[in-house]
């Protein structure tokens, strides 16, 4: 059985509108590139049916593994979780005790992590060390560059 993955409301949708320009635009654009293709003539020489009966393959397996994870995708209701920790969609602000940096971020579902809008996935390093922690709390994160001590400022979401 597939794992069930939780996304906020906006990543689902973001998953079906990719999902809907798969069917909906690149099927009908291969398709089209494959009788083209099927159009000029012997199929056995012919480099652009092969490369598009191989595109068509791909896409195929993306759209199947999307609806897939669409089905077993689990929407997070922000009401029913707890402010005081920090968890999947905490807003965090920490302080790095090392040289005083103080940072924001989101904890998001993989999916969604973007570190330019402050979207940290909830599977990185930073966000396993965040995980379940209170504010005022200090924590020694494990990054690659080594251990880093961090302070929890504020929690909200």
């Known amino acids: 059985m597939k794992q069930v993955k939780y996304y906020t409301q906006e990543g689902l949708d973001k998953l079906k509108n990719e999902l809907d320009h ?5 099927r009908p654009a291969i ?7 099927r159009d000029k003539g012997d199929l056995s020489e012919n480099a652009e049916y092969d490369a598009a009966k191989d595109a068509q393959g791909m896409l195929e397996m993306k759209i199947a593994k999307l ?4 089905r077993h995708a689990r929407i997070l209701d922000e009401t029913k979780l707890d402010s005081s920790k920090v968890l999947l969609l905490s807003t965090v602000k920490i302080k790095n005790l090392n040289n005083n940096a103080v940072m924001t971020y989101t904890l998001v579902p993989e999916k969604e992590a973007n570190l330019k809008t402050g979207k940290l996935s909830v599977s990185s390093p930073i966000a396993k060390g965040l995980l379940g922690k209170s504010v005022g709390e200090t924590v020694e994160i494990h990054v690659p560059a080594g251990t880093l001590p961090f ?4 929690i909200s979401r």
């Open 67 to 70: 609806q897939e994870e669409i």
């Open 151 to 154: 302070e929890i400022i504020e």
């Open 31 to 37: 398709s089209r590139q494959i009788a083209e293709a």
């Open 22 to 26: 798969m069917i909906t635009i690149e």
